[in-house]
Nanobody, 114 residues
Framework: VQLVESGGGLVQPGGSLRLSCAAS????????MSWHRQAPMKARELVAF????????NYANFVKGRFTISRDNAKKTVYLQMNSLKPEDTAVYYC????????WGQGTQVIVSS
């Protein structure tokens, strides 16, 4: 099982980024997927969830209306579109299988700064 996140970078406040997470080693289309983040000196927190079919999504209050989670089961990839980024969104972003989770990938660093 492997999860490989990409798409992070340095962006100015108000900017946008699209993160990708490529999954392998399990039947991707059978599982819900989630994005999480961990800021320096803080615990990892759940950002967004998407059901196995993509028909249901949930978001943490602090990203509602700004972030959108989506998936492409044919490509075994889950995405996180992040708009209106704020400095407090600075963190390492990780994806994971919703239940049961698997080992974390390396994550992708997002830095929101002017």
């Amino acid at each position: 099982v492997q999860l490989v996140e990409s798409g992070g970078g340095l962006v100015q406040p108000g900017g946008s980024l699209r993160l990708s997470c490529a999954a392998s080693g399990f039947t991707f289309s059978r599982y819900g997927m989630s994005w999480h983040r961990q800021a320096p000196m803080k615990a990892r927190e759940l950002v967004a969830f998407i059901s196995s079919t993509g028909g249901s999504t949930n978001y943490a209050n602090f990203v509602k209306g700004r972030f959108t989670i989506s998936r492409d089961n044919a490509k075994k990839t889950v995405y996180l579109q992040m708009n209106s980024l704020k400095p407090e969104d600075t963190a390492v972003y990780y994806c994971n299988r919703a239940s049961p989770p698997v080992d974390w990938g390396q994550g992708t660093q997002v830095i929101v700064s002017s």
